[in-house]
């Protein structure tokens, strides 16, 4: 059974325009949730995190968006580049076990000159 | 500094066969991980070393598959013997150590993957 659950799957958006990824999760004990960044041929790696206690953080163009009470978060992508296309991971973890992730599907994300 | 290296970057078997992964952590890192993405799927927790100790391998799927980090350095991961739903990229993972720095969840530096296929 998937813990997180990511969406869209793949997503188009212009140069200039809004990428939004959103993640849904059932267990409540998850209260740390980082999004991964991967680019063809490497790794993920840590983009933004956030935890239950704020509703947004935000770094430059990334923003994170938390909805406590409805176990949603969403990663908003400010005025996309083209360098920003790769395949982006929500995940999750809890307290008692923070070194095991739970990570959603993915969203490859192209974005468009 | 260098990052946490994985190999092979891939790796072609076929049913039955063995297959031996290895990957090298980043330097004084004392967390390795080891995670598995089968195709459009999410990627999926495997275990977990705490030095040369195994913390978790609750994500193992089954014996087929064994785990070891020699002196807490490198680890490898060996499927034996290989089926078709093997497929798929593993990634292996690492991170310093430490709880977590103020209650925040610890950063896991990703290996670009070996890219297995089971025919």
């Known amino acids: 059974q998937q813990q997180v659950k990511q969406s869209p799957q793949s997503l188009i958006v212009q140069k200039g325009g809004i990428s939004i990824i959103n993640c849904a999760y059932e267990?409540?004990?998850?209260?740390?949730f980082p999004w991964y960044q991967q680019f063809p041929g490497k790794g993920p790696a840590l983009l933004i995190a956030?935890?239950?206690?704020?509703s947004e953080k935000k770094e430059g163009r990334f923003t994170i968006s938390f909805n406590k009470s409805a176990k949603q978060f969403s990663l908003h992508i400010m005025d996309s580049q083209p360098g920003d296309s790769a395949t982006y991971f929500c995940?999750?973890?809890?307290?008692?076990?923070?070194?095991?992730?739970?990570f959603g599907s993915g969203t490859k994300l192209n974005v468009k000159p | 500094e260098a990052g946490v290296t994985q190999f092979p970057s891939h790796s072609v078997i076929e049913k039955g066969q063995t297959v031996t992964l290895r990957c090298d952590p980043i330097?004084?890192?004392?967390?390795l991980y080891w995670y598995r993405r089968v195709m459009g799927k999410e990627i999926k927790f495997l275990l977990h070393?705490?030095?040369?100790?195994?913390?978790?391998e609750s994500g193992m799927p089954n014996n087929r598959f064994l785990a070891e980090r020699t002196g807490g350095t490198y680890s490898t991961l060996k499927v034996q013997p290989a089926e078709l739903e093997d497929s798929g990229v593993y990634f292996c993972?690492?991170?310093?150590?430490?709880?977590?720095?103020?209650?925040?969840?610890?950063?896991?530096?990703f290996g670009p993957g070996t890219r297995l296929l089971v025919l």
């Open positions: 993972a690492s991170s310093q150590g430490s709880s977590p720095a103020g209650g925040f969840g610890e950063t896991q530096y």
């Open positions: 267990n409540t004990a998850f209260d740390y």
């Open positions: 956030i935890r239950p206690d704020v």
């Open positions: 995940a999750a973890s809890m307290v008692q076990n923070f070194n095991k992730f739970y």
């Open positions: 330097s004084g890192h004392d967390n």
């Open positions: 070393f705490v030095k040369e100790s195994k913390q978790d």
